[in-house]
């Protein structure tokens, strides 16, 4: 029997034994922990370009930016450690048919690191961070390349997925390629006109192949949702994902359309008969506008299936996904909204960020207490469970020594 919504605040009892060791609950450390750093990281982009602001909201998007940083090097050292000590385990990791999609999470969070850098670092540095921001973006670019790449190579060459079991974090190893169009854009604030031209183009570039794999697996899953019955109510708040890919895709054509008449130089592609900057302008702003109601709807869907299954429902790290999705879509409204000149959309954005920040400290709570009552970090609770190869043995070893424990006890 699922487990009701209302006891995740009452004691749970998983394994009645004593505590596995710390150095035996990090070798399920997953790539799946990085959705907090995903989730904090878009809150502070969010914090940091709301259209009503004032210094102490600065000095919020700043200490999210810096614990952000803090969460991403601690999860690093903390899945570094489960590598080392378990020999194998990465590569398992990467071919795992569940676990191995999170890996795009990692890259996702630095993505979200160098646009915070921008945002919040570059007012108060020299130059000398512009050209930095240059020479990451383009490094990350060549980085990501390759992971997406790869991973979904192994991916489709190693494993057979069913069509029925669909979700929207298969889309997550080419994310970051959604993150690189509005990073360049982003970027494009503070850079010179002889940079600020390559990037333009390589962030068209990058999103046109994040936005054109994400819809393709977009496309598997809406088939899912027609022919099989929706996820479990557990990995319901992952449904958010499939916002990203239009949210961010319109956050990319609004801020790369408004900056277009500034990099895009008079004679582009030879045409001096038209200000081209200014059709870029025009065509991005309605471009994002025809793409945002797109995010709003898989919002929206997500929304009604988490309400109806709230009391069937128990935290796993999926319910990172109410942040980081919604986070974009938020920013793309306030793209629209700066384009437009609409205060009335600007106030909506307010109220939205305001609910985002309440969903980040609601599910931080519970992350906190799940840790403590062994709903995650723990044998057969986390996205390893259902790995074959290794981590299953080892899962079950480790659940048959605290049963023998607890028998022993007994007796």
């Not at 370009?49 to 803090?70: E, H, N, R, T, W």
């Not at 969460?71 to 000590?85: H, W």
């Not at 997406?148 to 970051?176: G, K, N, S």
């Amino acid at each position: 029997m699922p487990e009701s919504f209302s006891s995740l605040w009452r004691p749970q009892k998983h394994h009645d034994s004593k505590s596995l060791p710390w150095k035996k609950r990090l070798n399920h450390f997953t790539w799946s922990w990085f959705e907090c750093t995903m989730s904090t990281g878009a809150l502070a982009t969010l914090l940091g370009q709301q259209p009503f602001s004032f210094a102490g909201l600065k000095a919020l998007g700043k200490v999210f930016f810096i614990l952000d940083l803090c969460l991403f090097l601690v999860f690093s050292a903390c899945i570094t450690y489960r590598f080392t000590t378990n020999p194998g385990s990465l590569k398992r990791s990467l071919h795992h048919p569940h676990e191995s999609f999170f890996f795009g999470s990692f890259f996702v969070s630095i993505g979200l690191i160098i646009y915070c850098i921008e945002q919040y670092g570059s007012p108060a540095s020299g130059p000398w961070l512009t050209k930095a921001l240059e020479i990451l973006f383009w490094t990350f670019a060549g980085t990501v390349m390759f992971v997406a790449v790869f991973q979904y190579h192994v991916i489709f060459d190693r494993e057979q997925l069913p069509v029925t079991e669909a979700m929207p974090a298969w889309i997550l190893p080419v994310y970051p390629f959604l993150i690189l169009g509005v990073l360049g854009s982003t970027l494009l604030k503070s850079q010179p006109t002889d940079a600020g031209l390559p990037i333009f183009i390589g962030s068209i570039a990058f999103s046109g192949l994040g936005w054109t794999v994400a819809f393709f697996m977009l496309s598997i899953y809406v088939t899912r949702l027609v022919n099989s019955e929706l996820p479990e109510a557990s990995k319901r708040p992952g449904m958010y994902v499939a916002v990203g890919p239009a949210a961010y895709t319109a956050n990319t054509f609004v801020a790369l359309g408004m900056q277009a008449p500034k990099h895009i130089p008079i004679d582009f592609l030879g045409i001096t008969s038209i200000p081209v900057g200014d059709i870029f302008k025009a065509f991005g702003v309605a471009a994002g506008i025809f793409m945002w109601l797109v995010a709003f709807w898989f919002s929206a869907l997500t929304t009604v299936s988490v309400l109806v299954s709230a009391k069937e429902s128990h935290f796993t790290l999926n319910y990172w996904a109410y942040v980081f999705p919604n986070a974009g879509l938020v920013i793309a409204l306030i793209q629209i909204a700066n384009a437009l000149q609409s205060t009335g959309m600007k106030g909506v954005c307010s109220g939205a960020t305001i609910i985002l920040v309440g969903l980040w400290l609601f599910v931080a709570i519970m992350n906190v207490r799940a840790v403590l009552k062994r709903q995650v970090l723990w044998p057969g609770m986390d996205e390893d469970k259902e790995d074959i190869e290794g981590h299953q043995h080892e899962s079950d070893n480790e659940q048959n020594e605290l049963a023998i424990e607890a028998n022993g006890r007994g007796t």
